[in-house]
T-cell receptor, first 113, second 114 residues
Framework: KNQVEQSPQSLIILEGKNCTLQ??????????LRWYKQDTGRGPVSLTI?????NTKSNGRYTATLDADTKQSSLHITASQLSDSASYIC????????????FGTGTRLTIIP | GAVVSQHPSRVICKSGTSVKIECRSL??????MFWYRQFPKQSLMLMAT?????????EQGVEKDKFLINHASLTLSTLTVTSAHPEDSSFYIC??????????FGDGTRLSIL
């Protein structure tokens, strides 16, 4: 069964600090891995997308890593801001026709001043 | 970047009424559109996949007569929740993609059935 597991479930950090979110997956076939940010009551917004051959990708203060051998990914957020408070969802795409996505349950990140 | 618009963003209605939600791809032609449902503190759950001009493919456990999906053009798909009841209250999110391209998500519709 395809699964995406994320840790921690929730995280509270001080504004300005860095943090790293983890994602482990068992999805086959593997097409790509994305990280999304979802604010409460909004749709997911893409942060990074990585294919099998990519092991790191950055988008501003967000840096994602991918180890396709161990099937692990991380999302590192540097110099956190209050607006970073959101759920961060790891999503693995499989198939190359009608894309099938397997969603993690997300990490709820809260930045406190 | 690709933009997917969803309307309305919020609906509150009485039990027994039908509710239609629209999903539009604003700057690209979406060969495939997806409908998801998300309950509080849970992840998105795929309800159905629709390709333009053909019938939607529903996930196991999703009633096709309850959740009517129409994908009549490459830029518009609609989800109609028929005879909605309080248990249908949820956050509904659509996404759209071109062939072989990643999905782009709408901003969701909060449906509340009284």
């Amino acid at each position: 069964k395809n699964q995406v597991e994320q840790s921690p479930q929730s995280l509270i950090i001080l504004e300005g600090k860095n943090c790293t979110l983890q994602c482990n997956y068992t999805v086959s076939p593997f097409s790509n891995l994305r990280w999304y940010k979802q604010d409460t009551g909004r749709g997911p917004v893409s942060l990074t997308i990585m294919t099998f051959s990519e092991n790191t990708k950055s988008n501003g203060r967000y840096t994602a890593t991918l180890d396709a051998d161990t099937k692990q990914s991380s999302l590192h957020i540097t110099a956190s801001q209050l607006s970073d408070s959101a759920s961060y969802i790891c999503v693995v795409g499989s198939n190359f026709g009608n894309e099938k996505l397997t969603f993690g349950t997300g990490t709820r990140l809260t930045i406190i001043p | 970047g690709a933009v997917v618009s969803q309307h309305p963003s919020r609906v509150i209605c009485k039990s027994g009424t039908s509710v239609k939600i629209e999903c539009r791809s604003l700057d690209f032609q979406a060969t495939t559109m997806f409908w998801y449902r998300q309950f509080p503190k849970q992840s998105l759950m795929l309800m159905a996949t629709s390709n333009e001009g053909s019938k939607a493919t529903y996930e196991q456990g999703v009633e096709k007569d309850k959740f009517l999906i129409n994908h009549a053009s490459l830029t518009l798909s609609t989800l109609t929740v028929t005879s909605a009841h309080p248990e249908d209250s949820s956050f509904y999110i659509c996404s759209a993609s071109k062939s072989m391209q990643p999905q782009h998500f709408g901003d969701g519709t909060r449906l509340s059935i009284l």
